[in-house]
């Protein structure tokens, strides 16, 4: 994030249910199914299931278009969705993403996706597919919706109920269609590409040169439309064929006109990208490499109340010279906590017992030499290196 001058931003989890609906979209199956909403007082709230609409949010309430040029903001963390849980699909799950706001040009549109590739290509995720498409401006969906819509009247007694419905409702989300059926009826059915705008064409062209520019693949994929409504023009996906059927790794696109959706008085031209954290590590070869949590400089043994005691105060004043230490916390024999130091995998164990504590000095052992031997216990910090 740092190498494109993109900043983190962390917004609330819980977030008005009004925002996510105007800004997501009443029809869309995450508003009308899947979120996880409760009232309090005279507010209902939701879950945030996804984080770009909170984003547009904290920039509006915020002023940060007074902090200058194109805001360019990442961020991580988790969004919740009432979906079947299943491989790749949780009702708790993580996103990251980044959104350029402010940003009207289509090198936005192009950074954001070079920027999404980077974040796979980099832990060498290379196989991938890249979908583009362009959903036009807001005069053109109606048009291409209408068209879709004429198409289908025909076949209705063919459709599924499911798609009966979406074509009454939100006609755009038939192309997502899996019924082989309603698929072989979409070969012949009117291409959104031929109702958009010459504008949105342009904007689209040039996209498509940066990106070819800079060697990134895509295939253009004339029904790729998104699960969420705010978008305008660009919409992208990358997907992993690996991961079955919960392929998609990220996706995104332009979204001119959520600001408008949310309260603003003029639009907000803006572009970014989210991906599921999940998935990535899925995708993962070698699976997702353990945090190592490195192991403290000290382990602690004690045997006996007043040696205990002293080994509190050990280990608070080592702390203050920032050394980390271990300790056993049970009370156990010098063999358990033996095995205790050796798991910790800490550089020197110090052994405190009665006899240590009446010559006030400890043993202290290099556990990898496996040499022991007696320190005065005040000057002990400067042998912990
Ligand atoms: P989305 O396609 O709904 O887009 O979600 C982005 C990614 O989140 C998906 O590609 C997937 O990897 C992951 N994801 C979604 N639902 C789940 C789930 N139930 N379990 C696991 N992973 C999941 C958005 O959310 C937009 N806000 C993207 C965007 C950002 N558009 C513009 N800026």
């Not at 969705?81 to 192009?110: L, M, T, Y």
């Not at 979409?186 to 040169?209: G, N």
Request: proline residues 6%; aromatic residues 8%.
């Amino acid at each position: 994030m740092a190498t494109y001058d993109v900043r983190e931003i962390r917004t609330p989890i819980l977030e008005p249910t009004e925002l996510i609906a105007r800004g997501v979209g009443q029809l869309t199956d995450i508003v009308s199914k899947e979120m996880f909403a409760f009232e309090r007082g005279s507010t209902n709230y939701v879950l945030r299931p996804e984080i770009t609409a909170p984003v547009m949010r904290a920039y509006m309430q915020h002023h940060l278009d007074q902090s200058g040029g194109a805001q360019r903001l990442y961020y991580i963390g988790p969004c919740f969705r009432a979906e079947r849980p299943q491989k790749g699909r949780f009702r708790q799950f993580h996103q990251f993403g980044a959104e350029f706001i402010g940003a009207p040009d289509p090198v936005s549109d192009a950074e954001s996706v070079a920027l999404m590739m980077a974040v796979y290509t980099s832990l060498g995720i290379s196989d991938t597919i890249l979908r583009l498409n362009t959903l036009g401006d807001e005069q053109s969906r109606p048009r291409y919706r209408a068209a879709l819509v004429k198409y289908f009247e025909p076949y209705l007694d063919d459709l599924t109920e499911t798609s009966r419905r979406r074509l009454d409702q939100n006609p755009l989300r038939i192309l997502d269609t899996k019924v082989p059926q309603e698929k072989a009826l979409l070969v012949e059915a009117p291409r959104l590409i031929d109702y958009v705008d010459d504008e949105s064409r342009r904007h689209y062209d040039r996209v498509k040169t940066h990106l070819s520019d800079i060697g990134v693949e895509f295939v253009e994929d004339p029904m790729l439309v998104r699960g969420l409504d705010y978008y305008t023009r660009t919409a992208f996906e990358l997907e992993s064929p690996q991961l079955g059927a919960q392929s998609a790794l990220a996706g995104g696109g332009r979204y001119d006109l959520l600001s408008v959706e949310i309260g603003s008085k003029t639009p907000i031209p803006a572009v970014g990208f989210a991906a599921g954290m999940e998935r990535l590590f899925l995708a993962l070869d070698e699976g997702v490499a353990e945090y190592d949590n490195p192991p403290p400089d000290v382990f602690i043994v004690a045997l006996g109340d007043e040696a205990v005691r002293e080994a509190f105060k050990i280990a608070h004043a080592l702390r203050r010279e920032h050394k980390s230490v271990a300790y056993d916390l049970l009370g156990r024999s010098m063999k358990a906590q033996m095995r205790e130091a050796n798991r910790h995998g800490s550089r020197w164990t110090m052994i405190l017992g009665e006899r240590e504590l009446a010559e006030a000095e400890v043993q202290l052992k290099n556990m990898e030499t496996g040499e022991q031997r007696p320190v005065p216990i005040r000057t002990i910090a400067q042998f912990i290196v």
